[in-house]
């Protein structure tokens, strides 16, 4: 079923957000995945993708999850009836080219075959991107046939329609070859001012669970971008490091995002091994460990996590408590804390829960906070400022985390303005 012949866009090297530049052989992971599909081996063939690849088809449609790309691979290899990468095309960690594809509506139609574009981003071995296209002049074909023809239905939708959904993909990613246009020197204000807080000003990372940016390919910066702006590329959970990246995206502009990449294009790869430093204005907190939370502090919630194996305590300052029953937003001079416990497990390393169905706390792991007071946000970008909150992670041992990057925490709760910029608002609220 070629329409959906695969448009791969993995992004996040999970944990964050876009695929690195460079791979020692991108052309023979593409053969190896041909050479899967041709065997019918569709563990074989899934095992070339990254576990966070997003497929968009020649129609524009998504595909995401593993599980998802089981079915989708399963079924293209079903109906697909070309294993062949013809005339391909090599840059960096790219690889471009085409399959001429000859299902019964084309020839019915008296236009197969049919000629799909495919480029492909490979990562570390595995496929990060491949994004398929019908050029608009074989679009034309095809629409032309079906003038000639009363009521041509291809793949169980009316022939118009489907033009219209070949032609809109084709547009945009036309558009998206157009990031040599864009102003670099916009990009580089932006890239430096606040993508730098985790990719590095230089597009060279802070860290080894943030991808390099410098020398990726601009049209690939942007789709990624696009889909977390639109919400294509998401992660269960409201604090998951694609959640990050949706509250970044949703900010800015189709120019911004054009402007952005071209200037992480532009860039040379990073060095192996080398990272940059996190950003002093916005790594830093001024939020200090509250002493006295346990005697002047609200306990206003508690909470299960699952996942984690943790249950955690909510108190809040009395300016903070104090505000939340009075419906009004949280003033400077609010401290919400946090303590985080692991939880008691049986002898199935199952959480233990109490008689009042929170999970029987077990050790002590952290303390987190978040803080506000006039003129602490002066300093960071818009784009990250969370008004004059600032926030902190704590050791057991009351001493600040280390490696904790402030950007994260603030682009976390960027998305709650209306509500103080906090999760808890509602169960502060209706604290007694």
Not at 163 to 187: C, K, W
Not at 203 to 211: F, H, L, N, R
Not at 233 to 249: D, F, L, Y
Not at 388 to 412: D, M, R
Request: contains cysteine.
């Amino acid at each position: 079923m070629k329409l959906f012949a695969i448009t791969v866009a993995a992004a996040l090297a999970l944990p964050i957000l876009f695929a690195r530049a460079g791979d020692e052989d991108p052309l023979s992971t593409m053969q190896a995945l041909k050479e899967a599909e041709r065997a019918f081996d569709l563990d074989r063939a899934l095992s070339l993708f990254a576990d966070d690849a997003v497929i968009v088809n020649a129609a524009g449609a998504t595909t995401a999850g593993m599980e998802n790309l089981r079915r989708f691979l399963d079924e293209d290899m079903q109906f697909n009836d070309s294993f062949e990468l013809k005339q391909p095309r090599v840059d960096r960690n790219q690889v471009s080219w085409t399959e001429s594809v000859s299902a019964d509506f084309y020839r019915k139609l008296g236009v197969a075959p049919v000629r799909f574009a495919f480029t492909a981003i490979v990562n570390q071995r595995k496929i990060a991107s491949i994004v398929a296209h019908v050029p608009l002049e074989e679009i034309a074909r095809i629409e032309a046939a079906c003038r000639r023809t009363t009521d041509p239905v291809i793949y169980g939708q009316p022939c118009s329609q489907y033009i219209q959904y070949l032609r809109h993909q084709a547009v945009n990613l036309a558009a998206m070859q157009s990031a040599h246009a864009a102003d670099i020197e916009a990009g580089k204000q932006l890239a430096t001012t606040v993508c730098a807080a985790c990719h590095g000003p230089s597009g060279v990372s802070v860290s080894d669970t943030v991808p390099n940016l410098a020398g990726q390919r601009a049209r690939y910066i942007e789709a990624q971008l696009k889909f977390f702006k639109d919400g294509t590329r998401k992660e269960p959970g409201a604090v998951s490091r694609a959640a990050i990246m949706n509250a970044i995206a949703a900010q800015l502009s189709t120019e911004e995002i054009a402007n952005v990449a071209a200037y992480f294009e532009s860039l040379p790869g990073a060095a192996p091994g080398s990272k940059s430093a996190l950003l002093p204005n916005i790594a830093a907190t001024k939020v200090a460990f509250p002493e006295d939370y346990k005697q002047a502090f609200t306990k206003y919630h508690t909470r299960n996590f699952p996942a984690a194996k943790e249950v955690r305590y909510y108190y809040a300052n009395t300016a903070a408590a104090a505000a939340a029953k009075a419906g009004k937003p949280l003033p400077d001079g609010s401290v919400l804390f946090v303590e985080v416990y692991s939880a008691k497990l049986d002898a199935n390393n199952n959480p233990i829960t109490g008689a009042d169905g929170f999970y029987v706390p077990d050790r002590l792991l952290r303390y987190t906070a978040m803080e506000r007071e006039a003129g602490w946000g002066f300093d960071i970008p818009e784009l990250l400022r969370n008004e004059s909150w600032n926030y902190a992670i704590f050791t057991a041992a009351k001493q600040y985390q280390q490696g904790v990057n402030q950007a994260e925490c603030l682009a976390c709760h960027k998305p709650l303005s209306n509500v103080s910029y906090t999760f808890t608002l509602q169960q502060l609220s209706a604290a007694k």
